[in-house]
């Protein structure tokens, strides 16, 4: 089981980004998936989730109304648009699916057990 994040890169502030995550190894259709992200001296932090149907997303206060998370269940990949960029946002940010089968985006870096590798993302002018 692997999860491979990219699309991370340098933009302006009020800019935008989409990183995709790509599962593989078997299906996640029954996977919650989620963003989370750490920045330089600071703890993982939570991002966004999405449930199996991709109709219920969780998101922090921090991104509400900035970011979108989506997901492609036939080609098995979790998106994030991420748009009004600020300075704050820059860190590196990590894709993670659950296995726990309960269909509830977690909030909690530890209900997650698979990884993917980072990508980083950085704002700045």
């Known amino acids: 089981v692997q999860l491979q994040a990219y699309g991370g890169g340098l933009v302006e502030p009020g800019g935008s980004l989409r990183l995709s995550c790509a599962a593989s190894?078997?299906?996640?259709?029954?996977?919650?998936l989620a963003w989370f992200r750490q920045a330089p001296r600071k703890a993982r932090e939570f991002v966004s989730a999405i449930d199996w149907s991709g109709r219920r997303p969780l998101y922090a206060d921090s991104v509400k109304g900035r970011f979108t998370i989506s997901r492609d269940n036939d080609q098995n990949t979790v998106s994030l648009q991420m748009n009004s960029l600020k300075s704050e946002d820059t860190a590196i940010y990590y894709c993670a699916a659950d296995n726990d089968r309960s269909n509830v985006p977690h909030t909690d870096y530890r209900e997650y057990e698979y990884w993917g590798q980072g990508t980083l993302v950085t704002v700045s002018s």
């Open positions: 190894g078997r299906p996640f259709n029954n996977n919650v």
